[in-house]
């Protein structure tokens, strides 16, 4: 498992009962997590203390309560910074586990002593894309949801990286990458976080099982001929880690030899030292 275990600003304090108590830099939350399916006595004081709690419907989706939160607030990780708030469906713009993903390609990108061009796609709020730009890359940031582009173009500002070389685009990820095909255009490297499932901007239907294989195999087209690295994250339940390394190796056969390696993703819980998973991601590093 590749723990992200370098915060400062953000940590999983328990976790009981289908929630998790977290620390966002100063304020605590309560946000349900379908993995935590164990029982335990809440005995930290945030439990009944917390700035906000969302509460899941039993009819589906669920909505937040406020006790003390501001509408937004930063936390930093190393050099960046990033922008929060609460929204729908329990998130606050930002994925904490995704950094063991960020600390493994950021010293790639810095020791490859060579332009590096990043594809990111499904790229969300922009973690990945300000952790590549900051180790040197220059990214090509793609989500369908113009919110969220634009959430990930203020998250670079404020890490000090808006002169940084980045196309901040709103596309859908499967006919932006058909079309790059087209053009001849080429990356180092290919990051993407893909949905189980979701709509482009013009109503595109997205199923992860139905199209996230020949998204790879397309992908792989892309990559240039001294490819630097692949990566795929999934929060998917029933894409377990093998099959992500099975879809990388099958996809990229035909280029150079590739180590491929998959397995869980997860972030450390204070109040007993074990490690809460957060779904998986596949790695190919030439």
Same mark, same amino acid.
Request: a positive charge.
């Given at each position: 498992m590749w723990i992200a275990d370098q915060w400062s600003d953000y940590e999983v304090l328990d976790t009981s009962s289908g929630e998790k108590l977290e620390r966002w830099g100063d304020y605590?939350?309560?946000? +349900?997590?379908?993995?935590?399916? &164990?029982?335990?006595? =809440?005995? /930290?004081?945030?439990?009944? #203390?917390?700035?906000?709690?969302?509460?899941?419907?039993?009819?589906?989706?669920?909505?937040?309560?406020?006790?003390?939160?501001?509408?937004?607030?930063?936390?930093?990780?190393?050099?960046?910074?990033?922008?929060?708030?609460?929204?729908?469906?329990?998130?606050?713009?930002?994925? +904490?586990?995704?950094?063991?993903? &960020?600390?493994?390609? =950021?010293? /790639?990108?810095?020791?490859? #002593?060579?332009?590096?061009?990043?594809?990111?796609?499904?790229?969300?709020?922009?973690?990945?894309?300000?952790?590549?730009?900051?180790?040197?890359a220059s990214v090509t940031h793609v989500d369908a949801s113009k919110g969220m582009v634009t959430w990930a173009h203020e998250n670079a500002r404020s890490s000090g990286l808006e002169e940084k070389p980045v196309r901040w685009l709103v596309d859908d990820c499967m006919r932006f990458v058909e079309r790059e095909i087209r053009r001849g255009n080429h990356y180092e490297a290919i990051i993407m976080d893909p949905p189980s499932y979701g709509r482009g901007p013009k109503g595109e239907v997205w199923k992860l099982e139905d199209t996230v294989f020949p998204l790879i195999q397309n992908c792989a087209k892309l990559l240039s001929d001294e490819p630097l690295f692949f990566l795929i994250s999934s929060y998917t339940t029933g894409l377990q880690s093998g099959v992500l390394t099975y879809m990388l190796e099958t996809a990229l056969k035909n280029l150079r030899p590739a180590e491929v390696v998959s397995g869980e993703i997860g972030l450390?819980?204070?109040?007993?030292?074990?490690?809460?998973?957060?779904?998986?991601?596949g790695r190919a590093v030439w």
């Open positions: 605590l939350l309560i946000r +349900p997590d379908p993995q935590v399916i &164990w029982q335990t006595e =809440r005995t /930290l004081k945030g439990w009944k #203390a917390p700035n906000a709690h969302y509460h899941r419907s039993a009819k589906g989706g669920g909505s937040w309560e406020f006790f003390d939160l501001p509408e937004s607030w930063q936390i930093r990780y190393g050099t960046l910074t990033f922008n929060l708030k609460p929204f729908s469906f329990k998130h606050t713009g930002l994925f +904490p586990e995704q950094a063991a993903n &960020w600390d493994f390609f =950021r010293p /790639l990108i810095k020791n490859a #002593a060579r332009p590096v061009r990043v594809l990111n796609l499904f790229a969300y709020t922009g973690g990945a894309t300000c952790a590549a730009l900051e180790a040197g450390p819980v204070r109040s007993n030292g074990l490690v809460l998973p957060c779904g998986c991601a």
